[in-house]
């Protein structure tokens, strides 16, 4: 790509020129003057042609955003640059400032010119920013590089969690450190009774003042402090609503995601072992940790869900590696057969599960091409249908299903199956 004149600097050449012939031709001094203009400003152009080829760099300063924006900048290199023009491409759930995303800008003179837009995300997932046309100008408008096209950076918008608190913990914390009490007495903070001493007590457990009074030594006891497993199964299969982050409506999926990110940071925070899979065209899986890295990395995946069926799905053989002292915690719309299968056999080998109901009140069918609205709200509302047998199945099951509703959503359910996993079992041989 090399620099070529401008139709400004053609029109201006040769209306002069023609100008000029015609007022020596005829003898007309007024069509001499009307055309020495245009050949100065031609002249003008001529003269301030650029004689080197620039080059271009854009670069975008966060790549990893959580409910902030970032700036692209773009960095033009040459000389004879005077006006500049990058247009960026318009991308969902993008917005740029100014809102057109175009920009037209006199530049200062110099061999590297730099100039930043800001660019702000109003939806989580893997967008790509900064991919613009940019066209330069030089001096007089007489010549225009370009349009060139700039490639972009791949950004990582982390979902912003939902707002969501929870008082009751997890039932049957395992584990050696966390935030819950335990049933058990151990090492911990908690106080539990008052006991006499035996051999292997600490001696900073003593009670001096039981001991002076009962005259024997006695011992405080504590309960251990413990943390939970959890596992955050995300449906994604499907995108059910108008995708409209999070200052517009969110469909199913956005309301999956951001109750995905909330709960697991609810139970990260409290030291928690949490792990995700995720059901989608990709099905990742992340293993159970701890800590704020695990935290992001949590984030991080839950950004990146693809709607769609992986390949080679089965949901009664998926395998997610849980066992009775995990609680798996099923986000989804249920709309789907294969999420039910996939509760009911979790159900069926003795795992405590329940599910958080993502489906946005109000929900309706979405458009299809060459379909009558007539048609689409009657499969929608058989589709509901079929969706509250499945509800219904899994609650004879004893599988929970709650409707997501931010802070306390879980409460009433934790406590039930606290109460359950403390119920006598009787087994049929």
């Given amino acids: 790509m090399s620099w070529r004149a401008t139709p ?46 620039p080059t271009l760099a854009t670069r975008v300063v966060r ?20 006006h500049l023009t990058r247009a960026v491409e318009p991308r969902p759930h993008l917005v740029t400032d100014p809102p057109p995303g175009v920009v037209s800008l006199l530049v200062e003179p110099g061999s590297v010119h730099r100039h930043g837009l800001t660019i702000g995300a109003r939806r989580w997932g893997r967008p790509v920013a900064g991919t613009e046309t940019v066209s330069l100008t030089s001096s007089w408008g007489g010549y225009r590089w370009g349009p060139a096209q700039s490639p972009g950076q791949r ?11 929870a008082s009751t913990q997890v039932p049957d914390p395992v584990g050696l450190v966390g935030a819950h009490r335990s049933r058990r007495q151990g090492d911990g903070s908690e106080y539990a009774a008052t006991r006499p001493f035996v051999t292997g007590d600490r001696l900073r457990r003593i009670n001096w003042r039981v001991s002076a009074r009962t005259r024997a030594l006695h011992v405080d006891t504590a309960l251990t402090e ?22 517009g409506a969110a469909s199913s ?15 990260i925070r409290q030291g928690d072992r949490v792990s995700l899979r995720i ?32 390949a080679r799905f ?41 599910v958080v109901d993502t489906l946005p009140p109000g929900t ?32 004879g099951h004893g599988v929970p299903v709650v409707a997501w509703r931010g802070p306390g959503t879980l409460d009433e359910v934790l406590r039930m199956l606290g109460r359950r996993g403390r119920a006598p079992r009787v087994r049929v041989r």
């Fill in 364 to 395: 309706t069918a979405a458009h299809q091409q060459g379909a009558s609205p007539e048609i689409a709200a009657l499969a929608w509302r058989m589709r509901l249908l079929e969706r509250d047998a499945v509800v219904s199945r899994l609650g």
């Fill in 8 to 53: 400004a600097l053609v029109r201006a050449v040769l209306a002069g020129l023609v100008g000029l012939a015609l007022g020596v031709a005829f003898a007309s001094p007024t069509a001499a003057l009307a055309a020495v203009p245009l050949v100065l400003l031609g002249a003008l152009g001529l003269l301030g042609r650029p004689t080197s080829t």
């Fill in 226 to 247: 413990e943390d939970t497993g959890l596992l955050l199964l995300v449906d994604g299969l499907a995108d059910h609503g108008i995708s409209g982050g999070v200052d």
């Fill in 63 to 82: 790549i990893l955003l959580h409910s902030q924006s970032t700036r692209s900048w773009l960095e033009v290199s040459g000389d004879g640059v005077e």
């Fill in 253 to 267: 999926l956005d309301l999956t995601v951001r109750a995905a990110a909330a709960i697991a940071t609810q139970h």
């Fill in 279 to 310: 059901v989608d065209e990709r099905a990742r899986t992340l293993r159970p940790g701890t800590g704020s890295r695990h935290l992001q990395r949590l984030l991080g995946l839950l950004a990146g869900v693809v709607p769609g069926e992986p």
């Fill in 155 to 165: 950004l990582t918008v982390l979902p912003n969690p939902a707002a969501y608190d």
């Fill in 314 to 354: 089965a949901p009664d053989r998926l395998s997610l590696g849980v066992t009775g002292d995990t609680v798996v915690v099923v986000l989804s719309p249920m709309l789907s057969a294969a999420m039910g299968a996939v509760v009911a056999t979790l159900a069926r080998n003795d795992v405590r599960v329940l």
